[in-house]
């Protein structure tokens, strides 16, 4: 198998707040994760590259003071939004790179929402 | 600039018919090649995917084919099913980089 979990599925925070999502790999050792963003009936937009050991690659426009992320082990990486505004408000999915599938796989995505 | 485009937003097929969905790309540097099934509010589900190496690959009822020249890929799902009814994004990727490119999706509505 190739299961990608992340805790929370869903969180509502206040404005201001810093709000951390993790992602596992449950079944495989993932050096590289990804982190996406999608806007409702928009497709998924690639936020950074989170890999183990190193610092994550962030795509043009992401600032990487606002979406902190650590990748400490091969099953785990951990995206923190911090001093989180309204304007935040998505869902975000994470997912694990199977080298020896050569594939992503995908976790359910979890909903913030910023009040 | 939108390198992977799908642009039909949504398939309505009958049920036991075949669901055909197409994606375009315009980078030449894209070599391998996705399609993931989402419901709402969840992760996106592998389904197939295609090295550019080869034109066609098959797993059950889903069939991957890819025209390089054209840059354009297809699925093809036969027979459909009513479960089939998703969204369904097109993904593709610089195989050096492992960095994922999406479509806008196709929601296909399986009708019984």
């Known amino acids: 198998g190739a299961v990608v979990s992340q805790h929370p599925s869903w969180v509502i925070c206040k404005s201001g707040t810093s709000v951390k999502i993790e992602c596992r790999s449950l079944?495989?050792?993932?050096?590289?994760m990804f982190w996406y963003r999608q806007f409702p009936k928009q497709s998924l937009m690639l936020m950074a590259t989170s890999n183990e050991g190193s610092k994550a690659t962030y795509e043009q426009g992401v600032e990487k003071d606002k979406f902190l992320i650590n990748h400490a082990s091969l099953t785990l990486s951990t995206l923190t939004v911090t001093s989180a505004h309204p304007e935040d408000s998505s869902f975000y999915i994470c997912?694990?790179?199977?080298?020896?599938?050569?594939?992503?796989?995908f976790g359910p995505g979890t909903r913030l929402t910023v009040l | 600039d939108q390198q992977v485009k799908q642009n039909s937003p949504s398939l309505s097929v009958q049920e036991g018919r075949i669901s055909i969905l197409n994606c375009d790309y315009t980078?030449?540097?894209?070599?391998?090649f996705l399609w993931y099934k989402k419901y709402p509010a969840e992760g996106p589900t592998f389904l197939i995917s295609i090295s550019s190496i080869k034109d066609k690959n098959e797993d059950g009822r889903f069939t991957v084919f890819l025209n390089k020249s054209a840059k354009h890929l297809s699925l093809h799902i036969v027979p459909s099913q009513p479960g089939d009814s998703a969204v369904y994004f097109c993904?593709?990727?610089?195989?050096?980089?492992?960095?994922?490119?999406f479509g806008t999706g196709t929601r296909l509505k399986v009708l019984a």
């Open positions: 993904a593709a990727s610089d195989s050096g980089t492992y960095k994922y490119i």
């Open positions: 079944d495989f050792q993932a050096t590289t």
């Open positions: 980078n030449s540097m894209f070599d391998y």
């Open positions: 997912s694990a790179l199977h080298h020896n599938k050569d594939t992503q796989y």
